[in-house]
């Protein structure tokens, strides 16, 4: 079955900065990878998605980017703010299959 | 506004004690998930539907219990076999299973003492 490994656990940058955050999956049948800001006590909201037919995709200071080769995505956001801070998680999967979520980015902005 | 709403959000039971976490969509989407979140952790499956009166178990099964009798509604049941009940529990819906969004609702946290 599908595995999704996410690095870093933890990540903090000054505001202003960039922040990364990647994440590798197995299953070379997935084919749909959306990512999730989870604020504290809270459920988790999609951010961004892509589709394993488009190599990068971009909405304001947030983007992601696939390496279908590699099996691996990343999550980039730009110019952050304090209200980026969060816990980020990404997911894998394909067709009439389950989301396996990977354990999670805590990303602290530091003002 | 439509959404998923889930209550309530914090419940406490004795240990040995069944209790029944409520979820409710009124997106029209047929596929509903439970998953479960411990802390510092990532989300794992408990039970999934893909349409009214039928559903599937996950990877974490054991010690709950669901049922799906309307498309808007999707109760799962913590039974006292669960060894560790204390937890975040999440609801999420879809249009369906796999390539599609997952809307999830705000959780309820449950402590079992």
């Known amino acids: 079955g599908e595995n999704v490994e996410q690095h870093p656990s933890t990540l903090s940058v000054q505001e202003g900065d960039s922040a990364v955050i990647k994440c590798t999956y197995s299953d070379s049948a997935s084919n749909y990878f959306p990512w999730y800001k989870q604020e504290l006590g809270k459920g988790p909201q999609l951010i961004i998605d892509i589709r394993s037919n488009v190599g990068e995709k971009k909405d304001q200071r947030i983007a992601v980017t696939l390496n279908k080769t590699a099996k691996h995505f990343s999550l980039h956001i730009t110019e952050t703010q304090p209200e980026d801070s969060a816990v980020y998680f990404c997911?894998?999967?394909?067709?009439?299959?389950?989301?396996?979520f990977g354990p999670g980015t805590r990303l602290s902005v530091l003002p | 506004d439509g959404g998923i709403t889930q209550s309530p959000k914090y419940l406490f039971r004795k240990e040995g004690q069944n209790v029944t976490l409520s979820c409710e969509q009124n997106l029209n989407h047929d596929a509903m998930y439970w998953y479960r979140q411990d802390p510092g952790q990532g989300l794992r499956l408990i039970y999934y539907?893909?349409?009214?009166?039928?559903?599937q178990k996950g990877d974490i099964a054991e010690g709950y219990s669901v049922s799906r009798e309307k498309k808007e509604s999707f109760p799962l049941t913590v039974t006292s076999a669960q060894k560790n009940p204390t937890a975040f529990y999440l609801c999420a819906s879809s249009t369906g299973t796999g390539g599609y969004e997952q809307y999830f609702g705000p959780g309820t946290r449950l402590t079992v003492t």
């Open positions: 997911a894998a999967n394909n067709y009439g299959q389950n989301f396996v």
């Open positions: 539907s893909q349409i009214v009166n039928d559903f």
